[in-house]
């Protein structure tokens, strides 16, 4: 049974993940300036939202290495971003993800901006990643957005991202179980480690109808999104939009190609 996200008064399928590129403060040896960073965003927003896509949050995917914990460069950086394209799009549904841990930081962003959804990666459980060993920021994220005032703003949880490696992992359906019944997410993100696995997280996880939109991750594209949508809800979507494909140096930087959002959103449609 469908269990559509309603965020904004629309149905969201489509999300956009808008990888930034390397943020001022990073000491990344590319890094660009805020308004260049701006300019970025406002143009791949404006060929995403143009051309079908339903919604659009922003990472700071190119600040490698990641720290343990959200620094105050981060938190100034993509609110400035999020804060012009709110301007730049006031009606569409936008996001905010952050690579480091932590659950206030990304919901307070969004608090500001007047976003629609967050992603959070840890969100129950505990992961070891790159930068060690992350525990859950369930009850983090649900008492901070009370105290905030942000329970409009939607918690998408990943479910074992595949970025990382589950301490002690309880069985897929429990752990979903555990974020939606315990954690109160929102929607729950899942994502294999190749696209064949990916499908069947997702059809495990929507056979026990937890009553949350369940999304693919990542690994959609043109060629596979209307098989993706049988099972999934909604797909998070990033690389296959874009001019340069792969996850080189140049192809983070490169911006989404038209033809290719123009595509991926009318193969989706053969799923309606």
């Known amino acids: 049974m469908n269990t559509p996200l309603r965020l904004n008064g629309r149905e969201v399928r489509l999300i956009a993940a808008l990888h930034l590129p390397p943020l001022p403060g990073s000491g990344h040896p590319v890094a660009r300036s805020i308004d260049e960073i701006i300019d970025y965003a406002r143009r791949n927003a404006e060929a995403a939202f143009n051309n079908g896509i339903d919604a659009l949050y922003i990472q700071d995917l190119s600040d490698y290495p990641i720290d343990r914990e959200v620094e105050p460069y981060t938190i100034a950086s993509m609110a400035a971003v999020g804060y012009a394209l709110r301007g730049a799009f006031p009606d569409k549904v936008l996001g905010i993800c952050l690579m480091e841990h932590g659950a206030k930081e990304p919901l307070g962003i969004a608090r500001a901006i007047e976003a629609h959804l967050v992603r959070l990666k840890v969100y129950v459980g505990a992961m070891v990643k790159a930068e060690g060993i992350l525990e859950g920021c369930a009850s983090e994220a649900i008492r901070y957005r009370a105290q905030i005032g942000a329970e409009g703003v939607a918690i998408l949880a990943d479910i074992y991202d595949r970025t990382g490696m589950p301490l002690a992992p309880l069985p897929l359906v429990e752990a979903a179980r555990h974020a939606v019944t315990f ?48 099972v999934a809800d909604g797909v998070i979507v990033s690389s296959a ?19 290719k959002i123009r595509a991926f959103v009318a193969a989706a449609k053969t799923a309606e």
């Open 183 to 230: 954690g109160r997410a929102d929607g729950l993100i899942l994502t294999g480690q190749s696209f064949d696995e990916s499908l069947e997280m997702l059809a495990q996880v929507r056979a026990v109808g937890l009553g949350v939109p369940v999304f693919l991750g990542g690994g959609a594209n043109a060629g596979n999104i209307s098989q993706a949508l049988k």
């Open 241 to 259: 939009l874009k001019a340069t494909t792969g996850w080189s140096r140049a192809a983070l930087a490169s911006d989404w190609s038209e033809d």
